[in-house]
């Protein structure tokens, strides 16, 4: 047999949601709501649906590798320098590039736990060492990820808001941490969920400003639901992203992604109602919680985190029984708590209601 790459044996097959086919085959069910992946159960922008007929005489060409179109949106959208962007099949390709530009052997990536478990995987794909940095009350606490610094500390991953818990960091904090870390320090503040944010938030692009050793990364899966199409970006110092860009394949974002993603940013009203039904779905969430008296997580994201009444897996199969898909808390070391998608409002009715047949049965 050929022995895999050093390091390669440490990894663990990450653990990604079941796709709806994959459920039905297993479980027997004609129908499933599939709220495991934190996908957007409103769709996406019906300026999207023409997009093959559209682009068909494009379709046998390879598309822009620049993204120039795109590009030019989003550098005017977000005041930056078009090369300040850099674009991935989504944010999985991202963090990977970054992993593959910046980690070397031994190196060490520091990782706040429970967080996206992508960064762990990464880490260990680089033959580097991911060091843990545990949540306080459910939130990053970056206390806690600066005394983790070492001198062989040479990424720091942030998740904000972070996933599975839906917390999200103070711009007091965050800043004043950003100072502290050595400029040596890679910092990826990965924001796929920011657009979700309850109440006012600060710029943070601002901080790719202040500090050269930060990189910001955003997704078009969440809140405009082209997660099938595979599309993200980041945003940085020139010169960091131009070293991301020499382990980037050349042509990594097909055409319809690309498409489809301008069609998006135009598509505010579509934005502005997900971000509707994400409000009055987490308050539905949050007082419903409140009467039947289990614990939750207020969240920034378009999911939410709390205690199921039963243990993680039990949780997990009673929904399924019932042809809901939720993520099982004990994935991420949190047994006893599930992490549900926001879903449409009548599809988080059903999961509440299946919730209080399942505290009523449990002492």
């Not at 990594?252 to 997900?274: C, G, R, T």
Request: one cysteine or more; aromatic letters at 10%.
């Amino acid at each position: 047999m050929v022995k895999e790459r050093s390091g390669v044996e440490k990894i663990a097959p990450y653990q990604a949601a079941k796709s709806l086919e994959s459920v039905k085959r297993e479980y027997g069910l004609t129908e499933i709501i599939k709220l495991a992946g934190n996908e957007n159960r409103l769709g996406c922008s019906t300026k999207v649906a023409n997009i093959l007929s559209d682009q068909h005489s494009q379709l046998s060409f390879y598309p822009d590798p620049n993204c120039t179109a795109l590009r030019e949106t989003l550098s005017k959208l977000h005041k930056v320098e078009p090369e300040q962007l850099i674009f991935g099949n989504g944010s999985f390709e991202l963090i990977s590039l970054i992993a593959h530009a910046y980690l070397e052997e031994g190196e060490e990536s520091l990782i706040p736990y429970p967080t996206f478990g992508w960064y762990q995987n990464v880490t260990l794909q680089m033959n580097a060492i991911p060091v843990m940095a545990p949540l306080k009350d459910f939130a990053i606490d970056l206390e806690v990820v600066y005394q983790q610094i070492s001198d062989k500390t040479k990424i720091i991953w942030i998740c904000n808001p972070n996933n599975p818990t839906g917390t999200i960091l103070g711009e007091e904090s965050l800043k004043a941490f950003l100072v502290k870390v050595p400029k040596s320090i890679l910092i990826v503040l990965d924001e796929a969920y920011i657009d979700f944010v309850e109440g006012e938030y600060f710029n943070t692009i601002e901080l790719i400003k202040a500090h050269e050793n930060v990189i910001l990364l955003r997704t078009f899966s969440k809140i405009y639901g082209l997660a099938s199409f595979r599309i993200g970006y980041g945003i940085g110092n020139v010169s960091l992203i131009q070293r991301i860009n020499k382990v980037r394949s050349p042509i990594n974002v097909s055409l319809i992604a690309q498409q489809a993603a301008l069609l998006s940013l135009e598509d505010q009203e579509f934005k502005q109602k997900v971000l509707d039904n994400n409000r009055k779905s987490l308050d539905l969430y949050y007082s419903t919680l409140d009467t039947i008296g289990l614990q939750y997580i207020r969240s920034h994201g378009n999911f939410i985190l709390f205690q199921a009444g039963v243990e993680g897996d039990k949780a997990e199969s009673l929904f399924l029984e019932r042809g809901i898909t939720i993520r099982n808390g004990s994935e991420f070391g949190l047994n006893g708590f599930i992490r549900v998608s926001v879903g449409t409002y009548e599809e988080n009715e059903k999961v509440l209601e299946i919730l209080k047949e399942i505290t009523k049965k449990v002492p």
